[in-house]
C-alpha cells in the first residue's frame, strides 16, 4: 500500500487529519450548549475544519505518492472536490449535533460522511492530469469506502460519548484512520497506465496548478489546521460555568441572594 511513497509525508499526512478532526469536533462538541444563531457559526467552522483536514490530508498523501513526473492538478475538478467535502461533512455534522442522536441517525450520518470522503478522493484522483491513464481496481474501491464508513461510525460513536476530554481524542483520532485508510486503500488499487505518443489526458481541461505550487498551497493549510488546534485547547468559559449545574449544583451570583438571607448573615 506504501510503496514508494515518502514515509515522512505518510505519517504527516495521518497527523493532519487527526489534528483537523480534533478542531472540527471541538467546535461541533459546543453547538448543543450555544443558543441562536451563534450555533450555525460553530458548525459552519466544524464542518470547514474537518473538510480542510480531509482536503489537506489528502493532497499531502498525492505529495508522498510516486506520481509521474509531468503531473498537473485541474484546478476545477479540485476546488470542486473540497466544496463536495464541505457540504457533506456539514450535512452529516449537523444530523448528529442537532436532535437526538439515535442508532439509525448516527449510522446514517456515518454513510453520509464516509460517502463524502469517498466523493472527495476520487473527484480529486480525476483531477490528476498528465501523459497517462488512470486505473482504479474495483475491490479496492469498495474496500476504500467501507474503511471510510466503517471508522467514521465509530468516530461519531466516540464524539457521542459522555467523556469530555477523552471522547475527543478517541474520535479524532478515528477520524484520521477513516481518512487516511480510505485514502491509501484507494491508492493502493490505483494504477497509472501509459498513453500512447503524441496524446494528453485532460489538456485543455482548464487551468492547471504544479505540484509545487500545490505544496505551498497544502503549507499554508497545515499552518491553518495547527492554529484552530492551538485554539481549541484554549478552555471555553461559558463550558466551564456548565459543569457545576450539570452536576446537579446551583449557582447563584451574589447579588440574587435573599434579603432576609443576607440579614441573617449579618446578625450571626
Same mark, same amino acid.
Request: with cysteine.
Given at each position: 500500500m506504501f510503496e514508494g511513497h515518502d514515509p515522512y509525508l505518510v505519517a504527516l499526512s495521518v497527523a493532519i487529519a487527526i489534528l483537523g478532526g480534533y478542531t472540527g469536533f471541538s467546535l461541533a462538541a459546543r453547538i448543543r450548549g450555544t443558543p441562536g444563531g451563534s450555533n450555525r457559526i460553530l458548525l459552519a467552522g466544524a464542518a470547514a475544519f474537518l473538510a480542510v483536514g480531509i482536503w489537506t490530508m489528502h493532497f499531502v498523501g498525492m505529495l508522498a505518492a510516486p506520481l509521474p513526473p509531468d503531473t498537473v492538478y485541474l484546478v476545477l475538478p479540485t476546488i470542486i472536490s473540497f466544496l463536495i467535502c464541505a457540504l457533506v461533512v456539514g450535512i452529516s455534522l449537523f444530523f448528529v449535533s442537532i436532535g437526538e442522536p439515535s442508532l439509525r441517525? &448516527?449510522?446514517? %450520518?456515518? &454513510? #453520509? #460522511?464516509?460517502?463524502? /470522503?469517498? %466523493?472527495?478522493?476520487?473527484?480529486? /484522483?480525476? @483531477? #490528476? %492530469?498528465?501523459?497517462?491513464? /488512470?486505473?482504479? *481496481?474495483d475491490a479496492f474501491v469498495l474496500l476504500s469506502v467501507i474503511v471510510a464508513m466503517v471508522t467514521a461510525y465509530g468516530g461519531l460513536r466516540a464524539f457521542l460519548a459522555q467523556q469530555e476530554g477523552f471522547r475527543l481524542v478517541v474520535s479524532s483520532i478515528a477520524f484520521g484512520v477513516? &481518512? %487516511? @485508510?480510505?485514502?491509501?486503500?484507494?491508492?493502493? @488499487?490505483?494504477?497509472?497506465?501509459p498513453l500512447a505518443a503524441g496524446t494528453h489526458q485532460h489538456l485543455g481541461g482548464g487551468l492547471a496548478a504544479s505540484q509545487q505550487i500545490l505544496s505551498i498551497i497544502v503549507a499554508v493549510l497545515c499552518f491553518v489546521i495547527a492554529a484552530g488546534f492551538l485554539l481549541s485547547l484554549v478552555p471555553d468559559p461559558r463550558r466551564q460555568n456548565l459543569v457545576p449545574a450539570m452536576a446537579g449544583e446551583v449557582v447563584? +451570583?451574589? *447579588?440574587? #441572594?435573599? +434579603?432576609?438571607?443576607?440579614?441573617?448573615?449579618?446578625?450571626?
Amino acid at each position: 500500500m506504501f510503496e514508494g511513497h515518502d514515509p515522512y509525508l505518510v505519517a504527516l499526512s495521518v497527523a493532519i487529519a487527526i489534528l483537523g478532526g480534533y478542531t472540527g469536533f471541538s467546535l461541533a462538541a459546543r453547538i448543543r450548549g450555544t443558543p441562536g444563531g451563534s450555533n450555525r457559526i460553530l458548525l459552519a467552522g466544524a464542518a470547514a475544519f474537518l473538510a480542510v483536514g480531509i482536503w489537506t490530508m489528502h493532497f499531502v498523501g498525492m505529495l508522498a505518492a510516486p506520481l509521474p513526473p509531468d503531473t498537473v492538478y485541474l484546478v476545477l475538478p479540485t476546488i470542486i472536490s473540497f466544496l463536495i467535502c464541505a457540504l457533506v461533512v456539514g450535512i452529516s455534522l449537523f444530523f448528529v449535533s442537532i436532535g437526538e442522536p439515535s442508532l439509525r441517525r &448516527v449510522a446514517s %450520518s456515518a &454513510v #453520509l #460522511l464516509g460517502a463524502g /470522503i469517498a %466523493s472527495m478522493h476520487y473527484v480529486g /484522483i480525476h @483531477g #490528476l %492530469s498528465g501523459r497517462f491513464m /488512470i486505473e482504479h *481496481d474495483d475491490a479496492f474501491v469498495l474496500l476504500s469506502v467501507i474503511v471510510a464508513m466503517v471508522t467514521a461510525y465509530g468516530g461519531l460513536r466516540a464524539f457521542l460519548a459522555q467523556q469530555e476530554g477523552f471522547r475527543l481524542v478517541v474520535s479524532s483520532i478515528a477520524f484520521g484512520v477513516a &481518512v %487516511s @485508510g480510505m485514502h491509501y486503500t484507494a491508492m493502493a @488499487g490505483m494504477h497509472f497506465a501509459p498513453l500512447a505518443a503524441g496524446t494528453h489526458q485532460h489538456l485543455g481541461g482548464g487551468l492547471a496548478a504544479s505540484q509545487q505550487i500545490l505544496s505551498i498551497i497544502v503549507a499554508v493549510l497545515c499552518f491553518v489546521i495547527a492554529a484552530g488546534f492551538l485554539l481549541s485547547l484554549v478552555p471555553d468559559p461559558r463550558r466551564q460555568n456548565l459543569v457545576p449545574a450539570m452536576a446537579g449544583e446551583v449557582v447563584l +451570583p451574589a *447579588d440574587a #441572594l435573599v +434579603p432576609e438571607t443576607v440579614a441573617a448573615a449579618a446578625v450571626a
